[in-house]
């Protein structure tokens, strides 16, 4: 699978900038190409690109969760952060685990335990009656763990223009409408009520083998911690896909935010995609049945990430996952 981003955003002042676009370091034996950022400066004109581009020294580190990401300092003006990488990606649709058994508390590790907590947009204690009414008298392991998945699906509604970035998982509940990472925050958080680990995923989710949806932002999936192992499910998508590509994973979106910037910062443009490609290189085209493409996605403000901290107070993130 091929991928790639760009990303866009000027800056009114210089400001340090942290960027979560690299693949997730899991993946790196299956990397064909290099897993490279490159981060450029565009000048400060109001025409982008009038002025010589100029590469912006950047420092990578592992941060707790186990993403790589990039720290620089931005000065005034236009940037463009851009990345493209080749992937061998599973070859096999997500799996199904229905004997998946779920672990004690008493049982998982220091790590794990963390993702049974409370976090900034899944608010696990405000949830216990609720999950405990809806998911109690289910069978634990697999087959509670898909209820709730299954639950969210059917009962939230996916709107793009539903996203904003003060949204919580009782949000969600309450108004039943939202973007993609909306969906695995009621998930995430109604899991975590019921003792079952969940995280929060962001990544690359092409169309591959189905019909296109155009261009669009990065996805956002969950993962569960049954049998020793996270599993991948997903209440916005939810059935098996094909060319899921791990970016990072957190307690939920405020950990693995496009970028985090120390001042203000507005996006400007926005670009991703990825697709399925030969062993020559070359874009496979979709299957006949799957001909009829609809309109590529409107690219208007109201679908562009959102960023938290309207106010232009430090620091401000862009958080992705819109599809």
């Known amino acids: ?20 676009l690299h693949l997730h370091p899991s993946l ?15 000048g400060t004109g109001s025409f982008v690109d009038a002025e010589p581009r100029v590469a912006i020294p950047s420092r990578d580190y592992t941060d707790s969760f186990g993403n ?11 940037l463009r952060i851009s990345g493209t990488s080749l992937i061998e990606s599973e070859d096999r649709p997500d799996k199904s685990y229905p004997d998946a058994q779920q672990s004690s508390i008493e049982e998982l ?3 794990v335990l963390q993702f049974l907590l409370p976090s900034r947009y899944c608010e696990v204690d405000r949830f216990g009656g609720i999950a405990h009414d809806l998911f109690g008298s289910i069978p634990a392991g697999w087959t509670r763990a898909t209820a709730i998945r299954d ?21 969600v509940f309450t108004e039943r409408v939202g973007v993609c990472r909306d969906f695995q925050h009621l998930a995430i958080t109604l899991s975590r009520c019921q003792n079952i680990p969940a995280r929060y995923v962001t990544g690359y989710i092409g169309d591959i083998q189905r019909p296109s949806s155009g261009l669009g932002d990065f996805s956002a999936w969950y993962q569960i911690f049954l049998d ?3 599993i991948d499910l997903d209440a ?8 899921r590509i791990l970016m990072a994973t957190g307690r939920d979106t405020a950990d693995v935010a496009i970028t985090t910037s120390f001042g203000a910062a507005d996006l400007t443009y926005f670009y991703v995609d990825s697709w399925e490609v030969d062993a020559e290189g070359k874009r496979i085209p979709l299957p006949k049945s799957f001909e009829a493409v ?23 993130q862009t958080q992705a996952a819109t599809t």
């Open 68 to 78: 790589i990401c990039s720290r620089f300092v931005a000065p005034v003006g236009h």
């Open 294 to 316: 609809p309109a590529l996605m409107d690219r208007s403000e109201s679908n562009m990430p959102t960023q938290t901290n309207g106010s232009q107070a430090s620091p401000i």
């Open 28 to 42: 790196h034996e299956r990397l064909r190409s290099a897993d490279q950022l490159l981060i450029e400066h565009l």
């Open 236 to 243: 916005r998508h939810n059935y098996p896909r094909l060319g």
């Open 228 to 230: 020793g192992q996270w």
């Open 109 to 111: 590790s220091t790590e």
């Open 151 to 171: 639950w969210v699906h059917e009962k939230v509604i996916f709107n793009n223009n539903a996203a904003r970035p003060t949204k919580t998982a009782m949000d």
């Open 1 to 20: 699978m091929n991928s790639s981003c760009f990303y866009h955003p000027r800056l009114p002042s210089p400001s340090v900038v942290v960027a979560l």
